[in-house]
């Protein structure tokens, strides 16, 4: 049933910190596992600068600063993911260089893309514990938390094979479509460059709001096949749909203050982003405090949702899905049904 | 089937806050965001003080006669030429004589014409083609943006010549190519013999290729008219256009007189000497430059062009005039002053270490920026007699090389093209790589040594200074990198037009660059400077080949340097020692490389002393055996003070017993690892 009441979106984006802040587990172990991914393609890399560098004097500058010149005789010689072993990994030219790759929709090394195929079917696993812990809004253990990212994978694999073809559909074509012909035809005879930021930003625009709109509605499926336990990914889908539609406006503004609150995070990274001479603690440290924000961020951007969710459509004592009784087939229910004499249902 | 533990908590609606407390909160949630983002809004693009004020247009100049000066060059090759643009039509329309002397000792029966625009005519010219082996392909460009010239008559007296003239690709025989124009004479020019030519043409302005062309009104053209090639000894040196290599010419004076839109500004070769309204025509203003002893003429005009001059003075070298046409948006006082000081830079430092530059003027002009291919390509980084195109961005960075880098190359290459004048289709690393040598040489001595690696992001808009990848003369300057990828392609002997195109560039700038800083790390500064500087002042105004070069390099080092030149430019071997093993006092040191040069070997023993030996370099490999001293070797090093800067793996010249590999691998794959993670969620976000 539909709820008259507006859920305020500073008061969901409230709770949704609420609740992240509530699950600290959540986000630290969130954080384990995405080192956990890099760490071996950083064992490789590493490899490959310490094979490069043997017993060579050279390595005394790379050892406590950057050293351009050898970086570029490493490159020379790299394969691999070594090739991507450059000075845009330092500071925050390395976050630009990850932004800027996907406004300009640029290739990934193919181990890395491997490496972000793999993190997204984690994450997609995770994703069934991870709103169904933050819809309910207490502890539910491991064994909760596992049990439902498994109850759920089934149907959010399903959700991401629609999602990852329309991504795929919005890179192969929007994308070019917009940066390349369109931006192509209006900058042609353009003689001032400033023009022609004007008109990257606007197209990076167009770009983004068709593939946030994406996003909000992959988003809003997930949460409402979790929370409501659809068990149909085109109900869902559609369910997000009629959501949105009714509520664009408050739907949005969510969205773009959970964006707000991460410019906000990219501006303290601008200003703390470690530099090359920094010492190796204490650069991995921040770094991984920074990546802890984001992904508390993530998090409470996932929590938001489900709360503006549930305070606009609050079925009462509707967390999530009710808890598995046994048994819970048709037939089980059925037998039951006998045992108990009652009549079979209507069909 | 699991069981969920404890009873679910029904949902409750966040807490309401009374209207006064909600809006606050929401009011202060705002300004905090906004002062975050506003306030601390980092001045991303530049630090430093930064003007936006608009440079005034230059007030008119009163045109002083002129006295006409003492001959520097033969002047073999003189045009006087009138020409009018429509801008309508991106055609130039032109006439006029062209006087010229066999200076050769033999006599001619035909002439020889670069028409270097029919490049661009169509897809089928050999420089199209080359270009398809390159890094761009200019293939299949709209016909809109296509150029080309045709000569509409060409007379010696009272004979027409045209019919006799005949299309011919002496360098790949492609019948396609019409970028030489061959002109049979019904009688030979005698050695030291002066003819008069009468010529007119008609050339379309192409949408910018090769730095010449069209964008909206403005205009910068080069290789704009018929041009004649060089009759030498054994014959017309008059090459086809090639995608690898630029041009060649006879000095001479130039008189061209263009007529132009009213009010549009206007920069060439030499000096303007005239400007009046042009005759029945009073839409159009002619402007007449005249300039002597150079050995080409290009030009730029636009309306939107900002003006400003400012004068050169240096003692001990002559004032000249430095002239600044800019884009409007360029237009402010920073931009003023970093195109002037990088113009001066190579001025005062070329002129002290070579010879003073001869002309009253230079004229800087700052390209429409060309931010996206599909605006054509850039005219910008290219140099003409006294004339030349930089390059500059809206906005700069204060540890970026830009304008600078561009400008003072340029500006060089007024002394390394413009009065040494090469053959830039057969020698161009003559001028190419002794101007990146030199521009490197002036950066390094005269601009901040903080100079950052800079990326640009997001379409090429967002600057980002990586101020811990600074900026080496070896390594940058030189541009070692580039060179590094492409070392064994082509011997530099190998006539340039004959290069691969890939790699024509690393060949040309970046190895004679490296191999110039090589010879002085070899010979010192003070010697190397008075070779070049002999070297220019004998063949200023003149066309020397590698071997005069070589030859001034033995007379004032007073060495055979022969050897040097065999291995950097007559062989394409590259170059590479290494500390192959060390055992007890054994060291073994290699030659991976099939050139051959020699090489210092230092080795260093644990009580701190250190000995140096010379290796000839020659054999594959040679062994050190020093018992002297009974410490132990902590660190062996080949050409410990870098003089071999074609040395392409310099991680291998050295060898410690205390390796710090495995700290630096630590360092930097935590730091790949982080960046990795947070590419991981970025990407992840989506999923």
Same mark, same amino acid.
């Given at each position: 049933m539909a709820s008259?009441?507006?859920?305020?979106?500073?008061?969901?984006?409230? *709770?949704?910190?609420?609740? /992240?802040?509530?699950?600290?587990?959540?986000?630290?172990?969130?954080?384990?596992?995405?080192?956990?991914?890099?760490?071996?393609?950083?064992? /490789? /890399?590493?490899?490959?600068?310490?094979?490069?560098?043997?017993?060579?004097?050279?390595? *005394?500058?790379?050892?406590?600063?950057?050293d351009a010149a050898w970086a570029a005789e490493f490159a020379a010689e790299a394969q691999g993911l070594g090739k991507t072993f450059t000075h845009e990994i330092i500071g925050f030219g390395g976050t630009l260089k990850i932004l800027s790759g996907i406004a300009d929709n640029q290739p990934l090394n193919p181990t890395l893309a491997g490496a972000v195929a793999a993190y997204a079917m984690l994450w997609l696993f995770l994703t069934g514990g991870i709103v169904d812990r933050l819809a309910r809004g207490r502890a539910v253990r491991a064994p909760g938390f596992f049990a439902a990212c498994g109850g759920y994978f089934g149907r959010l694999l399903r959700l991401f094979v629609i999602s990852s073809v329309t991504y795929w559909a919005i890179f192969k074509w929007w994308h070019p479509f917009l940066l390349s012909r369109v931006y192509d035809h209006y900058t042609r005879d353009l003689m001032s460059e400033r023009d022609g930021l004007v008109i990257r930003a606007l197209l990076y625009l167009?770009?983004?709001?068709?593939?946030?709109?994406?996003?909000?509605?992959?988003?809003?499926?997930?949460?409402?096949?979790?929370?409501?336990?659809?068990?149909? /990914?085109?109900?869902?889908?559609?369910?997000?749909?009629?959501?949105?539609?009714?509520?664009?406006?408050?739907?949005?503004?969510?969205?773009?203050?959970?964006?707000i609150a991460f410019l906000m995070v990219l501006r303290l990274w601008l200003e703390l982003a470690p530099q090359a001479w920094d010492s190796i603690g204490w650069a991995f440290l921040v770094t991984q405090i920074y990546l802890l924000v984001r992904l508390w961020l993530r998090l409470a951007f996932v929590a938001s949702e489900i709360v503006f969710f549930q305070g606009e459509l609050a079925h009462a004592g509707y967390t999530a899905r009710p808890p598995y009784v046994w048994p819970n087939s048709a037939a089980a229910e059925a037998i039951e049904n006998l045992g108990h004499g009652r009549p079979p249902a209507e069909s | 089937m699991p069981t969920c533990q404890g009873a679910d908590v029904p949902f409750s609606r966040p807490p309401i806050t009374r209207r006064a407390l909600t809006l606050t909160l929401r009011l202060g949630t705002l300004a905090l965001g906004l002062g975050t983002l506003a306030l601390g809004t980092p001045d991303l693009w530049h630090a430093g003080t930064l003007s936006a004020a608009p440079v005034p247009p230059r007030a008119p100049v009163a045109f002083a006669p002129r006295q006409i000066p003492s001959p520097l060059s033969q002047r073999l090759a003189n045009y006087s030429l009138r020409a009018a643009l429509d801008d309508a039509t991106h055609t130039i329309t032109g006439d006029g004589t062209i006087t010229w002397t066999n200076g050769t000792k033999h006599p001619t029966s035909e002439l020889r014409f670069h028409l270097y625009w029919n490049a661009w005519r169509d897809d089928r010219s050999t420089w199209i083609q080359e270009t398809?082996?390159?890094?761009?392909?200019?293939?299949?460009?709209?016909?809109? !943006?296509?150029?080309?010239?045709?000569?509409?008559?060409?007379?010696?007296?009272?004979? !027409?010549?045209? %019919?006799?003239?005949?299309?011919?690709?002496?360098? !790949?025989? #492609?019948?396609?190519?019409?970028?030489?124009?061959?002109?049979?004479?019904?009688? %030979?020019?005698?050695?030291?013999?002066?003819?008069?030519?009468?010529?007119?043409?008609?050339?379309?302005?192409?949408?910018?290729?090769?730095?010449?062309?069209? =964008?909206?009104?403005?205009?910068?053209?080069? =290789?704009?008219?018929?041009?004649?090639?060089?009759?030498?000894?054994?014959?017309? #040196?008059?090459?086809?256009?090639?995608?690898?290599?630029?041009?060649?010419?006879?000095?001479?004076?130039?008189?061209?007189?263009?007529?132009?839109?009213?009010?549009w500004n206007v920069g060439a070769t030499g000096a303007e000497i005239k400007a009046d309204p042009a005759a029945g025509d009073a839409a159009r203003t002619n402007h007449r430059f005249v300039q002597t002893d150079v050995h080409d003429f290009a030009w730029t005009t636009s309306p939107d062009f900002m003006v400003t001059s400012r004068d050169f003075i240096e003692p001990g070298l002559p004032k000249v005039t430095m002239r600044l046409l800019l884009q409007p948006e360029h237009g402010t006082t920073e931009q003023v002053?970093?195109?002037? #000081?990088?113009?001066?830079?190579?001025?005062?430092?070329?002129?002290?270490?070579?010879?003073?530059?001869?002309?009253?003027?230079?004229?800087?002009? !700052?390209?429409?920026?060309?931010?996206?291919?599909?605006?054509?390509?850039?005219?910008?980084?290219?140099?003409?007699?006294?004339?030349?195109?930089?390059?500059?961005?809206?906005?700069?960075?204060a540890h970026e090389l830009r304008p600078e880098s561009v400008t003072i190359h340029e500006a060089g290459h007024q002394f390394w093209y413009g009065m040494v004048a090469t053959n830039e289709f057969e020698h161009a690393w003559m001028d190419e790589g002794f101007n990146t040598y030199s521009t490197a040489r002036a950066i390094a001595t005269d601009i901040d040594p903080q100079i950052a690696t800079v990326e640009r992001y997001f379409g090429g808009f967002l600057p980002w200074a990586y101020e811990d990848a600074v900026w080496t003369r070896e390594v940058d300057g030189d541009r070692l990198n580039a060179y590094r990828l492409v070392a064994s392609f082509d011997a530099q002997s190998t006539p340039t037009w004959q290069y691969w195109p890939g790699s024509a560039g690393a060949i040309t700038y970046n190895k004679t660059a490296l191999w110039l800083n090589t010879l002085e790390?070899?010979?010192?500064?003070?010697?190397?400077?008075?070779?070049?500087?002999?070297?220019? =002042?004998?063949?200023?105004?003149?066309?020397?080949? %590698?071997?005069?070069?070589?030859?001034?390099?033995?007379?004032?080092?007073?060495?055979?340097?022969?050897?040097?030149?065999?291995?950097?430019?007559?062989?394409?071997?590259?170059?590479?020692?290494?500390?192959?093993?060390?055992?007890?006092?054994?060291?073994?040191?290699?030659?991976?490389?099939?050139?051959?040069?020699?090489?210092?070997?230092?080795?260093?023993?644990?009580?701190?002393?250190?000995?140096?030996?010379?290796?000839d370099g020659a054999d594959r490999w040679h062994i050190l055996n020093d018992a002297s001293n009974t410490s132990k070797i902590v660190a062996v090093e080949v050409d410990p003070d870098r003089v071999l800067l074609l040395d392409l793996n310099r991680t291998n010249n050295s060898w410690t017993a205390e390796p710090q590999a495995g700290l630096a691998a630590k360092r930097w794959s935590l730091r790949w690892i982080t960046w990795a993670e947070e590419l991981l969620m970025t990407y992840g976000f989506f999923s």
């Open positions: 008259s009441v507006k859920a305020p979106i500073l008061g969901c984006l409230a *709770e949704g910190w609420r609740r /992240v802040i509530a699950a600290p587990a959540l986000s630290a172990s969130l954080l384990v596992v995405t080192l956990l991914v890099a760490l071996p393609m950083g064992r /490789v /890399v590493g490899g490959m600068i310490e094979q490069q560098l043997g017993s060579s004097l050279v390595a *005394e500058k790379p050892a406590w600063n950057w167009a770009f983004g709001l068709v593939l946030f709109i994406a996003n909000l509605i992959f988003d809003y499926a997930k949460v409402r096949m979790i929370v409501e336990d659809r068990r149909s /990914v085109v109900s869902a889908l559609g369910a997000s749909m009629r959501f949105l539609r009714r509520r664009p406006l408050r739907a949005f503004g969510l969205y773009l203050l959970n964006g | 398809r082996l390159g890094r761009t392909s200019m293939a299949g460009r709209p016909a809109a !943006d296509r150029g080309s010239i045709d000569v509409t008559a060409l007379t010696l007296g009272a004979a !027409d010549l045209l %019919p006799a003239a005949t299309f011919i690709a002496p360098d !790949d025989g #492609n019948p396609d190519d019409k970028t030489v124009l061959r002109v049979a004479l019904a009688r %030979p020019v005698a050695p030291g013999e002066t003819i008069e030519l009468g010529i007119a043409w008609t050339s379309h302005v192409p949408r910018p290729y090769a730095r010449t062309g069209v =964008q909206g009104q403005y205009y910068f053209i080069a =290789q704009w008219f018929p041009k004649l090639g060089v009759l030498e000894d054994a014959g017309w #040196n008059c090459h086809q256009f090639h995608a690898a290599t630029e041009f060649f010419s006879d000095f001479g004076n130039y008189d061209v007189t263009l007529a132009l839109p009213q009010n002053t970093r195109h002037f #000081n990088a113009t001066a830079i190579a001025l005062r430092n070329y002129g002290n270490w070579f010879g003073p530059y001869p002309y009253d003027q230079i004229t800087i002009v !700052d390209p429409v920026t060309v931010f996206n291919p599909a605006q054509g390509a850039n005219t910008g980084g290219m140099e003409y007699p006294t004339l030349f195109t930089a390059g500059s961005r809206w906005k700069l960075l790390k070899m010979l010192g500064w003070e010697t190397t400077q008075k070779i070049l500087a002999t070297y220019f =002042q004998r063949w200023s105004f003149k066309h020397p080949t %590698p071997d005069d070069f070589f030859a001034i390099a033995n007379e004032v080092s007073g060495k055979d340097l022969t050897w040097f030149f065999d291995a950097v430019y007559r062989s394409s071997a590259t170059f590479d020692y290494a500390v192959g093993q060390v055992t007890g006092h054994t060291v073994a040191i290699q030659r991976l490389g099939d050139g051959i040069f020699p090489v210092d070997i230092k080795v260093t023993f644990a009580d701190g002393q250190s000995t140096v030996t010379h290796w």
